[in-house]
């Protein structure tokens, strides 16, 4: 496929174009550009997303990739809310959370060791986050399912641990199953869908709402909020379940993981959204 020269600007948006009314005259490969043809079947238009980092692109992903994002927001909310409440305070995926947290132990309890148990969750979903990445590097051929799996038995590790009232093994798991989930939606090696933070989904969300509000074109701020209520929805559930079994919870999370790598399986298979690094 090839695009004029004129629109090879690099940026973090979509460019919608018809295939049949481009020239031959710039190869789109070159420009390291990536299709996703269903953003408009009806009208036979396609999106151009020009490589691009630091948010989210969530809304130039087709309708499937989109609702198995919003799956693994929930996941991760869910996941999320029972490592908060099973470790005490603390997060297994939300790492700016623990950042904080770590700077404020540090300052307020430095012969407390209080800042010692979210420094170790971030070294730990730091740790999965190198997993993923190198089990994407070598399952090339199904990346985002085989992510998906690594995290399911991370995740059923963790329930059996949390059943063995081994907590520590537990949410250690936990974390680095988050951690990895971060490698399940990539474009040219980097982050295209973050669905452990949400922060670049709001400021997405709140950018392309307002430019909707002032009559801006093309402004989708739905699947972004659509995101961040996936996770959302999550986290009540995780609170919710937690109440209801504990941490026998747990398990909850890991079925689900395994339900999304097995819907994974198909996204790999007919997707667009490839690696190239």
């Avoid at 997993?131 to 399952?139: E, Q, V």
């Avoid at 040219?188 to 801006?216: H, N, P």
Wanted: proline share 3%; charged share 10%; hydrophobic share 55%.
């Amino acid at each position: 496929m090839v695009v004029p020269a004129a629109l090879l600007t690099f940026s973090c948006e979509v460019i919608s174009f018809n295939p049949s009314t481009l020239p031959a005259s710039a190869d789109i490969n070159a420009a390291k550009c990536l299709l996703c043809h269903d953003k408009d079947q009806s009208s036979g238009y396609s999106s151009i997303f020009i490589a691009g980092k630091g948010f989210p692109i969530m809304h130039i992903h087709n309708a499937s990739t989109q609702k198995l994002a919003i799956g693994m927001a929930a996941l991760a909310g869910f996941t999320d809310a029972l490592g908060f409440l099973v470790v005490g305070r603390f997060f297994v995926s939300f790492m700016s959370g623990n950042s904080t947290l770590f700077a404020v132990g540090i300052i307020h309890n430095p012969l407390k060791l209080v800042a010692a148990t979210p420094l170790a969750v971030i070294l730990l979903f730091v740790i999965g986050v190198m997993l993923g990445r190198t089990i994407r590097h070598f399952n090339s051929a199904r990346p985002s399912a085989s992510v998906l799996f690594f995290m399911a038995a991370c995740l059923t590790i963790a329930a059996a641990a949390a059943v063995a009232q081994m907590t520590i093994i537990a949410v250690s798991m936990m974390a680095i199953a988050m951690g990895a989930a971060n490698n399940v939606f990539v474009r040219e090696g980097e982050v295209s869908i973050g669905v452990t933070y949400m922060t670049g989904t709001l400021v997405k969300f709140g950018q392309r709402l307002a430019g909707k509000l002032l009559g801006e074109p093309d402004n989708q701020w739905r699947p972004y909020l659509r995101l961040w209520l996936g996770l959302l929805s999550g986290a009540s559930l995780g609170a919710a379940a937690h109440a209801w079994q504990g941490q026998y919870a747990i398990w909850l999370a890991a079925i689900f993981c395994i339900i999304l790598a097995i819907a994974a399986l198909k996204h790999d298979h007919i997707n667009l959204n490839i690696d190239l690094d």
